[in-house]
Nanobody, 123 residues
Framework: QVQVVESGGGLVQAGGSLRLSCVAS???????????MGWHRQTPGNQRELVAE???????NYADSVKGRFTISRDNAKNTVHLQMNSLKPEDTAVYYC??????????????WGRGTEVTVSS
């Protein structure tokens, strides 16, 4: 399986920047490949929503609300994914979760989530 740990959240003023990081640690021998890594966010009373994701080949996908402000990147050798968040807005306030999709056999895949890191943007 994979252990997913996020870091980098905090409090920032509107217009500021934060960089989130996520490490996917293989906890056993049965991890065949790590596929898409991404960030989702959730606010109280709302469903978790996609922020950005990146495939193992580098293909990216962003929510419309963050395009042009957020940049996702990954280091496949270190199984890490980063989210650079610029021009932050109060509506970006949420708990941000890292999501890792991986195969533990060539044909069977699984998704694991981190516990989340809180981002607060003050106006």
């Amino acid at each position: 399986q994979v252990q997913v740990v996020e870091s980098g959240g905090g409090l920032v003023q509107a217009g500021g920047s934060l960089r989130l990081s996520c490490v996917a640690s293989k906890t056993g021998a049965s991890v065949y490949s790590i596929n898409t890594m991404g960030w989702h966010r959730q606010t109280p009373g709302n469903q978790r929503e996609l922020v950005a994701e990146i495939s193992s080949s580098g293909h990216t996908n962003y929510a419309d609300s963050v395009k042009g402000r957020f940049t996702i990147s990954r280091d496949n050798a270190k199984n890490t994914v980063h989210l650079q968040m610029n021009s932050l807005k109060p509506e970006d306030t949420a708990v941000y979760y890292c999501r890792v999709h991986y195969n533990y056999t060539p044909k069977v895949s699984r998704v694991d989530w981190g516990r989340g890191t809180e981002v607060t943007v003050s106006s």
